[in-house]
Structures are given as structure tokens and as C-alpha cells.
């Protein structure tokens, strides 16, 4: 068995994770990978909510969706931390991708105080095991830092509410992506 890398990772506890007919957060959809990965997850009874702040992410993913005929998923061109405007149910699980959208404007990265912000306001709506994961890209300017701050708020949520994991290859050139995943217990 080869060790999974970060994103890959998440996607297979995902997969062991979400039921059918559930609801669940793309919190970054960028291009829409995890988007339809979500919705085939979910299924046509469930719904998946997906947010991004740039117009291109939204565009690309309402395509990709199209071409996929997946019809369970609201997209919203708005930030993340706004989700608890959107969410009115429980949740099975979120991800984030978190860093800059690939073959987009690399300027316009995800920043820790509004994703800290949105995974706080997730958390009350999370059921028993259910996952936020996130998928942390921090080899850019401002990655760092965000990757610092999350891993600071992620460490200090409560043992006897949630269980935190930290997923990494530590012997690897050119920073590759860590994965935090937080359960709810
Ligand atoms: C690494 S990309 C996501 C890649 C995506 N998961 C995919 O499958 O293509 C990060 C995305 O986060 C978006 N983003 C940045 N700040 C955000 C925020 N506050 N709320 C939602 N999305 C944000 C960016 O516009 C970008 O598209």
C-alpha cells in the first residue's frame, strides 16, 4: 500500500465519512475537484454548499458540475466565514482547500482569520464523526502564517469535544500539503 499524499488522503476519509442524502461544505471550490467529488458523495437526496470569493471559481465549477449533471449543489460567490448565513442543518463534513486557485490569480490566497472564523462557526452544526478537513497548501507568500494560525486554533479545541489529526510528509522538498482533519466525537 503507497502512503497517500494530503489531498488524496482526506478524500478517502471522506468517502468513509459522508452517507448519502447528508449535507456537506466545500468551503474553497477553486475549480470544482472536490465540489464533484463531494456531490457524488452525497448524492441526489443530500446537498452540498459551496463557497468562493472569485467570480472565475464559481464560473469553472458551475461548469464542471454541468458537464457532470450534478444538481445537488448551491455555489455562493461569497467568503467562507459567511456559511452560518447559509447553514441550516446538521453537517457531515467540510473541507478547505486552503492557498491560491491554480491557474487563477495567485494573489488572492485563503487567510487564517476568516478561516479560523468559518471553521468555528461549522463546528456547532458538525455531527457525531463528522469531519472538517483541511487541506493546507502554505508554500506561497502568506501560507505560513496561515498555516501557523490554524494549526494554533486547531490544537486548542476541546479533547472531550473533538479528536484533531495533523497528516504530513516531513522529508519532502518544496513544502507539500499538510492535512488537519477535526471530528467531532
Ligand atoms: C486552493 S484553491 C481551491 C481548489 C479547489 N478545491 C479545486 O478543487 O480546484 C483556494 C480557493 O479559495 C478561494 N478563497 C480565498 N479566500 C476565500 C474565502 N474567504 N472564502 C471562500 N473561498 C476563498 C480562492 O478564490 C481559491 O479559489
Known amino acids: 500500500m503507497k502512503l497517500a499524499p494530503a489531498l488524496q488522503y482526506s478524500h478517502e476519509l471522506l468517502k468513509n465519512t459522508v452517507r448519502p442524502g447528508e449535507t456537506v461544505v466545500d468551503a474553497t471550490v477553486g475549480n470544482g475537484h472536490d465540489t464533484q467529488f463531494l456531490a457524488e458523495l452525497v448524492g441526489n437526496s443530500g446537498q452540498v454548499l459551496g463557497f468562493d470569493i472569485q467570480p472565475a471559481a464559481i464560473q469553472a465549477t458551475t461548469t464542471r458540475l454541468a458537464a457532470a449533471n450534478l444538481q445537488n449543489v448551491s455555489l455562493y460567490q461569497t467568503g467562507h466565514q459567511n ?69 494554533k486554533f486547531t490544537a486548542t479545541l476541546p479533547q472531550k469535544e473533538f479528536n484533531v489529526l495533523e497528516y504530513q510528509f516531513v522529508n519532502q522538498a518544496h513544502t507539500p500539503p499538510k492535512l488537519i482533519v477535526i471530528q467531532k466525537r
Open 83 to 151: 456559511v452560518d448565513q447559509y447553514l441550516s442543518t446538521d453537517l457531515s463534513a467540510a473541507i478547505f482547500n486552503l492557498g491560491y486557485l491554480p491557474s487563477g490569480d495567485k494573489s488572492v490566497i485563503t487567510h487564517g482569520q476568516t478561516t479560523i472564523e468559518a471553521v468555528q462557526k461549522m463546528l456547532p452544526h458538525l455531527r457525531t464523526e463528522g469531519l472538517i478537513c483541511l487541506v493546507v497548501y502554505y508554500g506561497h507568500p502568506g501560507g505560513n502564517d496561515e498555516r501557523i494560525a490554524v494549526e
